[in-house]
């Protein structure tokens, strides 16, 4: 698949270098000095700066970043290798040199149990959960010739959410499930509010609602507590989540470093040899501890395969703030789940007639960039890989 995607890298190439020029075209027709310029107000970003952003990247280097070094160790450890490869990487399910964990068997049994877990959780999630068995607004197993992906859609009119995924009967479909169900109870609250305008959600606080609603759920995934499996692979699949979202953060620095680059230095931001440089540099100083000899193309050409990069410029980062937010929601689960679950409600009913950072903070978060805020949560996921990781010793 690299080799393929290599073999297209001239023309990729000429196309960047035309994008280039157009974005900057757009920018100065509307009157702005820059293409971030134009390009931040029309994501209406109106409550964080650029320089909020490169704070918050900041704030990745100096404490996320060590803690994803830290994991990639346990890698070496887990399969038994001296070098952890780009590979390795692709999908951390391997990570255990295990099989795939089976979870259940027909989409009837995920719905169900899921069902079950959302009733432990709240009554009013569990209710909106079987508003949706009851009206048939899943579709969730694989079957050939169906789309890809899963998503979570609205149908207005009658103010009930759609769930589509591609559901195989493994343990990593459950939080899929659970992601999804947190944007379908977004659209269950917010469909209370008067106006059509005011259900207008913005990324950076839907994906609270969605990320959050796996990190509350999770504790719930062992058959003795209603859910799919054992203690121990409950415990597994628990800890490849979170260390999913921790790794997360750095590769998402990588990908908003670079933008901030490419359109602060247009001539060289339009010269793809000068980006491969740059995100090859910016994947060593975010993702070190990752051995790519004998790859180096892969790797410096990486920006080729971020599709974001080509398609929504600077639309990345909504994804490390939203996991920032969901993970301080889970922190107050801890101590007091009943008033976590009425605040995290209480914000997604506000829908967008707050800012942003008051979204935020009606769910007991903040909207941060510094990293004391970042510290204290990845200090809250350490601890809890910690405690997955003795019960699998």
């Excluded at 409600?345 to 970042?374: E, I, K, M």
Aim: net charge negative.
């Amino acid at each position: 698949m690299s080799q393929s995607q290599l073999d297209d890298r001239d023309e990729i190439n000429q196309l960047w270098e035309k994008f280039m020029d157009i974005r900057v075209g757009l920018a100065s027709n509307a009157g702005y000095p820059n293409y971030r310029s134009f390009r931040w107000l029309q994501l209406l970003r109106l409550d964080y700066t650029p320089e909020d952003s490169k704070k918050f990247i900041e704030a990745i280097k100096q404490v996320a970043v060590p803690a994803a070094t830290r994991i990639y160790e346990r890698y070496k450890t887990r399969l038994n290798i001296d070098n952890v490869r780009p590979w390795d990487l692709l999908n951390n399910r391997t990570t255990f040199s295990l099989p795939a964990i089976k979870a259940f068997e027909k989409e009837e049994e995920f719905i169900s149990r899921v069902g079950d877990i959302f009733k432990k959780l709240d009554p009013f999630l569990g209710g909106y959960f079987q508003t949706m068995r009851e009206n048939q607004l899943f579709d969730l197993m694989n079957r050939k010739g169906k789309g890809p992906g899963a998503f979570c859609t609205s149908f207005a009119t009658i103010g009930l959410p759609f769930v589509f995924m591609n559901a195989t009967g493994k343990s990593a479909d459950v939080p899929v499930l659970f992601h999804e169900s947190g944007h379908a109870f977004h659209d269950f609250e917010v469909s209370n509010l008067p106006y059509h305008h005011q259900w207008r959600i913005d990324m950076e606080f839907a994906e609270v609602a969605s990320t959050a609603m796996e990190l509350l759920a999770e504790p719930y995934l062992a058959k003795d507590k209603g859910g799919f499996m054992s203690t121990e692979n409950t415990a597994r699949t628990r800890l490849l989540n979170l260390e999913e979202k921790l790794l997360f953060w750095p590769y998402m620095a990588v990908v908003v470093a670079f933008q901030h680059w490419v359109y602060e230095n247009h001539e060289e931001g339009k010269n793809p040899s000068a980006c491969d440089a740059k995100w090859s540099a910016l994947v060593d100083e975010f993702m070190p501890g990752i051995d790519w000899e004998g790859y180096e193309d892969v790797k410096m050409t990486g920006w080729h395969r971020k599709l974001h990069i080509h398609q929504v410029p600077f639309y990345y980062i909504e994804y490390g703030l939203a996991s920032l937010g969901a993970f301080q929601i889970m922190q107050n689960a801890l101590q007091d789940q009943t008033k976590a679950i009425e605040d995290y409600r209480h914000a997604l009913a506000l829908g967008g007639t707050v800012s942003l950072p008051d979204l935020y903070r009606a769910s007991g978060a903040n909207l941060s960039f510094d990293a004391q805020t970042l510290g204290e949560v990845v200090d809250l996921i350490e601890e809890n890989l910690a405690d997955l990781e003795s019960k699998l010793a």
